[in-house]
Every structure is written in C-alpha cells, then in structure tokens.
C-alpha cells in the first residue's frame, strides 16, 4: 500500500480545528446533560481528530483476527500475538514508532509501537472478542467504535452466523453507520463450493441488517504469512487502496469524525427529548392538578349554590308564614283582646306580643338554618375532601415524576428529586391535619375553634361553619323587625298602621334575605377557594422548578441547533 497523501495537510488544519470545537462542544453539552460516558467518549474522540487514519478490527474469539493484522501489516514478524488468553480484557493499538515498544496504559489498553511504514499513516485497533466473558470487553471495545475510520469485521469462514458478534455489528451500524467490511478468515479451512455459499450468505444477511451493497473478502492469513498467492489478501489490499489510502485521506478523514459527531449529536438529541418530554410530562401533571382543582371548585360552588337555594327557601317559607300570622296578629278583634288584656298585665301588650312572634320566628329560622348547614355542609365538605384527595392520588401515582431519566436536567435534576420528595411529604402532612381544612382566614371567627375530628373527613368544616357562620348578623332578622316597626307601635292607631307595619315586615324581611344569602355565598365559596389556594401553595417550588426546567431545555436545544448549524456549514466545506 501507498502512503497516504498528506493526512495533515496545512490547508486542512482550519477544518480540522473547527471540527475539533465541534466535538468540545457536544462534551460540553454531554456533561451539562450528566450523560458521563458520552462525554468521556467525546473526550477519547478529540484525540482521534489528531490521529492517523484508524482501522478497528472487530470480531469474536478464535476467528483469527491477530493474524489477520500481522498478515496485513506485512512486517515479517509477529506484530499481535496470536494467541492471546481469550480472557484478557486488553485492547491493543498498533501505532508507528521508531523502534519496537508496548506501552501499558492501564489494564485494559497495550500501545505497540511499531517501525512500519504504513503506520504513519493508519493505527490499527485490536479489540478483544465479542463473546468473550469480561465485563468489560463490551464497554472498551465500543469507546473505540466512536473514533474508527473502518471497522473491519472477522468472521470464521466456517460460521459467519454467530449470534454474538451480529448483535454488535447492530450496535456498530445502527448506532454509528461507520463504514465496515466483512473479512471470512481462515478460508483455507474450506473447500471453494462451502466457501462461497458462506460468502453468499453472510452477504444476504448483511443486506437484510441494512447494509447496502455488502463488501465481503473471504482470505486466510496463514497464507498471507506464508506468501502463497492464494490468500485473498490481494483484493483486500486493492479496496483499501482505492477506497482509503489512494484518495485524499486527511478529507477523507475529516469526512469519518464530522459523520461520528452526527452520531453523538443525534444520542445527545435523544436526551434533550427526553429532557424535553420529562418537562412535558411536569407540565401536563400540574395543568391535571390545576384542572382537578377547578373542577372540584366549581363542584363545590355549585353545592353551595344549592345549599344556599335551599335556605332561601326555607327562609321565604317561614317568614312567609310568620307574615301571614303578623297579619292576622294585627286584626281589630285581636289587637282590642290584647288591649283589654294590658289593662291587667302589662306582659301581654301587643309589643310584647310582637316580641314574642318575633322571638319564635327567629328560634324556627335557626332551628331550620342550623339543619340546612349541618345537611349541606357535609356534601360540600366531602366536595373539598375530594379536591385534596384527588391532588394527594395524583401525586402518589404521577410515574412521571420519579421518572430515573430525570438526571437529564443537569444541576437542576437535584432540585427536581428534592422538590418532589418534599412536594410529597409536605402534601401527605397537609392531607392529615384537620387544621389544614378549618379556614380560619375566612371565618376569623374560629380563632379558638379546635377541630378534634379525623383529619380531612370534612367534620372539621362543618364544626367550623356551624360555630360561626351561624352567629352573622344576617341572622338577626327578627331583631331588625322589631327595631325597624317598634315606632309604628307607638300610640293606638296600630290599626290604622296595620299596612305600613305589613310593609315594613315585608322590606325588613326582603333586606335579612338579601344579606344572608350574600353572606352565606359569599363566605362559603371564599372558603372554598381558600382551600383551593392552600393546596395550589404546595406547588410552589414545583412551579419554580418548572420554570427553571424550560430555561435549561431551552438552552440545551438552542445549543444543539448551533452545534448542528456548525456541522452542516463544516459539511458543506468538506464536500
């Protein structure tokens, strides 16, 4: 093989640079992201950008890829052991270097150098076999993936169809559409017919897994080695030739890590949306919980506008009745029976029997208000009941918000998993203290009310309302009746006055009315909204929280837009 023409060509070199801002940018985007071993694979990316031409050789164990690469290298010695523990984690990079030398980085990567001309211009990557037991094989073998130029993928001429070493060719392809060719080594094994129906076959299989055109080189390098004609090697050596080391390779290069950075560009893209639908579901949970919240508001409401209707009739039934009475309590023959009567006691006067029908009045208005409230309220009380415990479910059984992804967030997925814990604990104390649901706000009159009822039961709120609302002044009609007709009482016309009085009753009534069912509305509804407004406080911080996921999603997508831009404008340079 020919030298590649100059790799690093000076008028490259602003290229090369920009691409390499490129990949510390998608770095800079995968930490910010917390996704470590993306950026740790940008990291190892960066350098490649500097390297020769790199070829990882890729496949399982015993396929032969170590003579492989000593049959391509052509150096007369064994540049890879043949025969390497398949156990061994190590990952070996060939590279030039003025003399023979093995570098251990650390254990799972050996650096031979090598005085070989070609290797000025390529490295060559061994990686350990696909199938082999290590945990780590699997990991250090797909950092490499990244930063290859051609993977070159051994097969046994004999079994092509192994399960192992197809599952990673999906993984190389579908994640990364590197440029791979197919190698069936120790060819030498097989007769030319079964040869070539593996190598038909390989290539429908291929096909099928979405590769086009498939690029498929059956060969033996125990031939190679052994300078036999018959190797294969020949037009393995012509492909690379034609296709890498005869073009201009530092393009051709440059061309390799922009379509890797694509990739990364595309996994980081993956977690935004992720990011991006992780705020979603945060938003839809609080718009359900506002919408729940509405719901049972106007639930309520509607409650109270009942319970109020049905006061109201209540109300227009007795006084309606107590104005009937007023107007026969006010004939001639009774009024002269009760005149005749103060002569002898002075109790029995027709103001103090005024008194008296106005007394019984306001004792039947309380009696039916008091079962009006006690009926009423327990149905709106199990109303704001349920607007808790809906909000209290939604937040037990919202998946989204434990979601694991969550860490796409960045710093902020910190404050995430805090906020929901506390939005959790903080809303449990809130569902069981009665405290919370007595609305001492509203009915400032409950200042010393002390709910001893099951927390949340609705109990509490109906002590509440009962212990206050039925001491307004609303309720003291009766006494703004007499107060309002006790001059027409005055003299002994009252007769004669029976139609003002009647009147007077009427306006009176007419005015308790108006007050109370204000004040009834008007108090209730207040209540529920106050409710509403201490439940929606414990989503505060959520709401924070919301707002600073949406200025990092925005961020992140703006900076992959700009990230994107750069690679088309480089793209465009690069032809």
């Not at 290229?15 to 998608?26: D, I, K, N, P």
């Not at 038909?200 to 059956?218: C, D, M, N, W, Y």
Request: hydrophobic share 40%; charged share 25%; proline share 3%.
């Amino acid at each position: 093989m020919r030298r590649l023409l100059d790799l690093f060509s000076p008028d490259l070199q602003p290229l090369r640079l920009r691409l390499a801002g490129v990949v510390q940018s998608l770095q800079e985007q995968a930490l910010a992201l917390r996704q470590q071993a993306l950026a740790q694979s940008l990291s190892d990316f960066r350098e490649s950008v500097h390297e020769p031409f790199l070829f990882v050789i890729v496949g399982e164990v015993k396929t032969g890829k170590s003579s492989f690469i000593n049959a391509l290298l052509a150096t007369g010695t064994e540049v890879v052991a043949v025969a390497p523990d398949p156990c061994t984690d190590t990952i070996q990079q060939i590279l030039y270097g003025q003399q023979r030398e093995e570098i251990v980085i650390n254990p799972y990567l050996k650096k031979i150098l090598m005085p070989v001309e070609i290797l000025k211009d390529i490295s060559i990557v061994d990686t350990p076999g696909t199938n082999t037991i290590s945990e780590h094989h699997q990991e250090i073998t797909e950092r490499y993936i990244p930063r290859a130029d051609l993977v070159v993928f051994v097969f046994e001429a004999k079994n092509p169809y192994r399960q192992s070493a197809w599952d990673f060719f999906r993984f190389i392809h579908q994640d990364w559409h590197k440029k791979i060719v197919f190698v069936l080594q120790q060819a030498d094994l097989m007769e030319a017919a079964d040869l070539a129906i593996n190598v038909q076959g390989l290539t429908r299989h291929a096909e099928k897994l979405g590769i086009a055109s498939p690029v498929v080189f059956a060969l033996s390098a125990k031939q190679e080695l052994a300078g036999g004609e018959e190797s294969g090697f020949g037009p393995l050596r012509q492909y690379i030739q034609d296709n890498i080391t005869g073009l201009d390779a530092g393009l051709l290069k440059l061309r390799s890590n922009l379509d890797s950075c694509r990739q990364y560009h595309r996994k980081l893209g993956e977690h935004i949306q992720l990011l991006k639908d992780t705020l979603t579901a945060d938003r839809m949970f609080r718009q359900e919980v506002s919408l729940a919240l509405e719901e049972q508001a106007q639930r309520s409401n509607k409650q109270i506008d009942q319970l109020v209707e049905r006061i109201m009739s209540d109300y227009d039934r007795i006084t309606g009745q107590g104005k009937e009475q007023l107007g026969k309590e006010l004939g001639i023959l009774p009024l002269l029976g009760k005149s005749f009567r103060a002569m002898v006691s002075k109790s029995a006067s027709p103001q103090a029997a005024m008194q008296a029908f106005s007394a019984e009045l306001e004792q039947t208005l309380r009696a039916s208000f008091t079962q009006r409230i006690q009926d009423g309220m327990e149905e709106i009380a199990d109303s704001i009941r349920q607007m808790a415990q809906i909000i209290d479910l939604k937040i037990k059984t919202n998946g989204g918000l434990a979601r694991p992804q969550s860490d796409v967030f960045g710093d902020i997925s910190d404050k995430r998993k805090l906020v929901l814990q506390e939005l959790k604990a903080n809303f449990s104390e809130f569902m069981g203290s009665a405290e919370s649901f007595v609305g001492r706000e509203v009915f400032p009159e409950a200042a010393s009310f002390t709910p001893n009822v099951a927390a949340g039961s609705g109990m509490a709120v109906i002590g509440v309302v009962l212990a206050t609302v039925s001491t307004l002044p609303a309720l003291d009609i009766t006494g703004g009746v007499i107060s309002a007709l006790g001059v027409l009482f005055a003299g002994g016309t009252i007769v004669l006055k029976r139609g003002s009085i009647l009147r007077g009753y009427r306006d009176e009534i007419a005015r308790g009315r108006d007050l109370l069912a204000h004040t009834l509305d008007s108090k209730l509804k207040a209540y529920v909204a106050h409710i509403r407004s201490k439940i929606e406080g414990n989503f505060a911080e959520f709401d924070q929280l919301l707002q600073a996921q949406q200025v990092f999603a925005e961020e992140q997508a703006r900076q992959s837009t700009a990230i994107a831009d750069t690679m088309d404008q480089l793209g465009k340079k690069l032809g």
